[in-house]
Every structure is written in C-alpha cells, then in structure tokens.
C-alpha cells in the first residue's frame, strides 16, 4: 500500500467528500458526509479538521469550495482569470501554518463579473489529467452551473447561470410550484422543452406552461420535465458553442445525461467526464506544485 | 344625480374596487378594500355582494377578475380567442340568476396556450372608449403581465409573462435577494439593466449581478434596479413590437414608468392609458350588451 501523503477535503455548502490520497495519487479512503459548510458553526472547522485527520491520518490538508467563502472557515480572496494551478498555489490561505490550505476560488472582473470556488479545482484537473484537451468548453450543471473556457490549460472565461436554482424557485415558491412535482426524465416532454427554449421566451413560456395545464391541453405530470427542459436548454442556448463543438460535462449521471440532451439539441457533441475522478487529479496537481512537503 | 343603474366589481386575489355607475355611465361611488378572492372564505361571496349593494344600493352586479377562477365564487368558462365585447356577455355566469354576473376569463388554445381574468375588460373597455384603436398592442404590467394584440376591436391573440413574479421570486427566495432590497427607479441602473436585456442571457445575467457586488464593482443599491430594468427588458423585447410601433400601457404611474422606459428603449413608442377609466369603460359596454335590463 502506497505511503500516505496528503488529505483533500471538497467542501460544500451541504455536502463534505475528504479523500486519503497517496503519494502517488492513489486514493487509500474517502469518508463522505452533510458536514457542508452551512451545518459547521464559526470557529469549530478546525475541530472538523482534527477529526477527519484522526480517521484518515496526520498529514497535510488541502480544502476546496465554500469553505473558502465567507460562510466558511476563513473568506480565501479570488484568484483571477486567466488562473492555472499556480495561481492556485500561489493564492493558498493557510488557516493551519503548514498543516491546512484553503484553495482560493477564481474571479472574473474583466467585461462580466463572475466567480466560482470549487469549481475550478474540478476544471483544471480535467485538464492536467488529460480528460479534456487545454483549449476546450466545460461544463459544470448544478444549482449555479459554470460554463468555462480553458485556453492554454487555464481558466481564461467562465459564465455562471442560476439554472438549478430557478427550477427549485418556481418548484417551491411560484404560482408554477404544484405543477412541478414529478420527477425530471430526459424524455419527449424534456426534448419539447429544449425546442421551446429555442423560441428565447422564457418569462412567458413559464407561464404558458401553467395555463396548457389549466386548459386541459397537457398533463401535468409533463411539466416539470418541459420546464426543465426549458430552463436548461436556455442556459445551453445562452453560451457560445462552436458549431459541431465539444462541450466536456462535469456531473452526476442523472443531470449529466439532461444537459448531454441539450448539448446535443444545439447541434455540438457532448463528453461525460467523472467529475470525482477530475477533482481529485486536480487537487494532486496543487500538492505536487506546493513547494517544500 | 343620474340615476344609478349597476355595481361593477373588480375582484382581484388581493384587492377589490366595487363601483356604483349610472345609467348614463357616470360612476356615483367607488369602495376600495383588500377583500380580494384569497380572504373571503367559500360560501361567503353572496353575503359580501350583499354588503355591497346595502352600501351602493339595490341594483344588478357584474363582477370580473379572479371572483371568476376556481379559488373564487364560482368558475366562469372561459371565452376563447378571438373575443369581443358579445362573446364575454354570451357566457356571463349568474350567480344570482337576473341579480349577480361573473365575467368570464379570455383563454387562447390555438397555438400558444394562455389565460387572462380581468384584464379583457380593461382591455376592451380601452378599444370601446376610444383610449386606443381597434387594431393595437396593449401591455398591462404586473405580476403577471399581459400583452394583448387587439385586432378589429377585439382580442386576437395575447402572452403572459412572470415578470412581477419572477422578482418576488428573487428577491424574497433567492440567493439574490440579500441584494434586492432598495426600491426600483427609473434611473441609470434601471436603463443599464435594459441594456443587458437586449444580450438575452437572463440566466447567467442575474447570477453576475450577484457577483459584481461580491466583487465591490457596483453598489448594492443599484441591484434592485438594474435586475428590475433586466426583467421587465426581456420582457418587453420578447414581444412582437413593430418598428417604431405604439404600446398601450396599463398600468399605475410607478409600474407604467418602467414599461414606458423599456418600450422606449426597443425603439417603440410607450401610450400610457388609465386603467380605471378603461375598465369602466368595459364593464359599462357589457353592462350596455345585457339584453333586457
């Protein structure tokens, strides 16, 4: 078994994956659990820490995402496009001297204003790893899902688009929230939504939906597929996708193969990549930069 | 004193004017209270129409908006497109046969499908008066705003959009809404955020206000205008305006102040139209339809 050499923690705002990682990259043990960032008081991440060392061992740390923010242990100020793992590096906050690093997340301030924090450990190691080529489109799906353009391996542009957290908006707040409790398919009602995105009326196409329900014309159990499709084939339809492009995806199977749909509905090529896998190639990419361990 | 002839009621979800008008159309007295359709229970409309007449006198009562859906009195079918003026008083609902009417609602099932209650008397009222012409595009803002496309003076086609409620939605359930808690004016923040509309990435649009102000690039203040002026944009710009067209808003002056600015911002020109005067003017003509009184 290979020598244990440093912890990885993705730390969310709900969620919490650390990763024993060996030496040589390999993965000894990952723990999983809802210690995200919003369920952690103030001044008890360093306990949190001490924890997960003592079951998966004494070394060093490295955390990324929220735990960066100012919900989070300590606010790690943004890295700036463009941004490659020395960036990164070079932007590390130190909460525990020479013991636990923060990853800093990355900004963009020049033309649109953006940021991300986690996101980008994914996207570079995606890179490093040769996943996906250092010229190339990502995208990450989710409640904020990134867009992001790699150039020259580095994080050169990125768009964030709330498209997760609409859907859960009018799901649970809005006139439309009755009509959206089925699960999501990628099925016909999901491709007529991506088609209705096409149309770029999304204020009232939204409205639409409800009244076609209301008159009759549609069966409810359609809706939430439709307005996903919907909200998610606008947020595709909003990026600027070469024609006959590659967009690289980042996500779990099940949002995964709804955004491959709506990739694939614009007329670009969509490549699944294991997010997991990408994080954890990208955070053994800060450790080996790291100078003097 | 003209004499006085029937009780129009406006019975919204939140709020209701009743209006006691003349024979020759001249309203005698107007109340106003905020018992719109969602605060009186079921069963408890007859008894509200009775306080009414006590107060207005002992005449016949025509009602229109929400009294007529399925969370008010009782549901009034709606009428389809095209409708005119005769096709609502063909499907008046008597509640109280020969003593108490419901208005229907316009629905449109060719193509596109969509509802409206309440606002085709404003708008028909706004053509019958002569306040807009007989082939026109009509816009009444709100929570859920509607443009109606009048053709020979009737309602040939219309689309709603949540503009209203979408930034309720924000600003009272999105991570967002920290940020959108200053008033809305028609200043330079307003006309940046109908600037941005005309980009049409509504998405990742309202995801970079957020992250200019974490960035310390705009003012906080500015947020609520600027994703106002945003919303109500795209809005504006997903309607088929002829080049240098007329929109007839109905609206309250602050409302109808930020549609005028958007309309004018597309190249068209904003009319603004007194929505009380149009719908009197509608329920008058129903009113003037009714055989038999």
Sequence with gaps: MSELAFIAIDWGTTNRRAYAIASDGA???????DKGVLSVAAGSFVGEVAKIRKRLGDV???CAGMVGSTRGWVEAP????????????ERLVWVEPGRTAIIPGVAQLHGRCDVMRGEEVQVLGA?????????ALLCQPGTHSKWVRMKHGQIADFRTAMTGEMFA????????GDFLKADVVAGPAFQEGLELATDN?????????????????RDVDDTASRVSGLLIGSDVRDQVIAAGGTVYILADQA????????????????????SH?????????????????
């Design 201 to 217: 009326h999304l204020l009232s196409d939204l409205f639409g939906e409800r009244a076609a329900v209301v008159l009759g014309q």
């Design 255 to 274: 949002l995964g193969a709804l955004y491959a749909a709506a990739v694939t509905a614009t007329g670009a090529r969509p490549v699944m990549l294991d």
């Design 169 to 176: 908006l009018l799901r649970n707040h809005s006139l439309l």
């Design 78 to 89: 943004y890295a700036q496009c463009p941004a490659g793992i020395d960036a990164l590096v």
């Design 277 to 293: 896998a990408a994080f954890l190639a990208g955070i053994t990419a800060i450790w080996d930069t790291i100078d003097g361990h």
């Design 127 to 135: 890179v490093v790893s040769g996943m996906a080529p250092g010229d």
């Design 60 to 62: 060093p740390v490295l």
């Design 27 to 33: 993965v000894i043990q990952t723990l999983r659990d």
